[in-house]
């Protein structure tokens, strides 16, 4: 069965930083790209990070650039996303998505066939 379990969410001052895991099992997880999106109350589904599937390959939104990191262990079946300078508009819940294949376009959510069930990410002090 194939699962993907997040974790590592929490509160967060404002310049603060969390890293979060996202563990998969059930599936041949090197063949897959792994998206990290977020959705926060009253908002659409965003994507934040994605990275092929060797980890050679990674992409941000603007909004994320120079301050989280997307990584993956392959040997682990495991990706994480570093989050530092952390801002109150951060605040979400967090998800992973696998996507067999292709790596274009990946902060789209689109084509993404297995979700997480999300962990929550709150900045505030």
């Known amino acids: 069965q194939l699962q993907l379990v997040e974790s590592g969410g929490g509160l967060v001052q404002p310049g603060g930083s969390l890293r979060l895991s996202c563990a998969a099992s059930?599936?041949?997880?090197?063949?897959?790209?792994i998206g990290w999106f977020r959705q926060a109350p009253g908002k659409e589904r965003e994507g934040v990070a994605c990275?092929?599937?060797?980890?050679?390959?990674?992409n941000y939104a603007d909004s994320v650039k120079g301050r989280f990191t997307i990584s993956r262990d392959n040997a682990k079946n495991t990706v994480y996303l570093q989050m530092n300078s952390l801002k109150r508009e951060d605040a979400a819940i967090y998800y992973c998505?696998?996507?067999?294949?292709?790596?274009?376009?990946?902060?789209?959510?689109?084509?993404?066939?297995?979700w997480g069930q999300g962990t929550q990410v709150t900045v505030s002090s």
């Open positions: 990275i092929s599937r060797s980890g050679g390959i990674t």
């Open positions: 998505a696998a996507r067999l294949g292709f790596f274009t376009q990946c902060l789209s959510p689109t084509g993404y066939g297995y």
């Open positions: 059930g599936f041949t997880f090197e063949n897959y790209v």
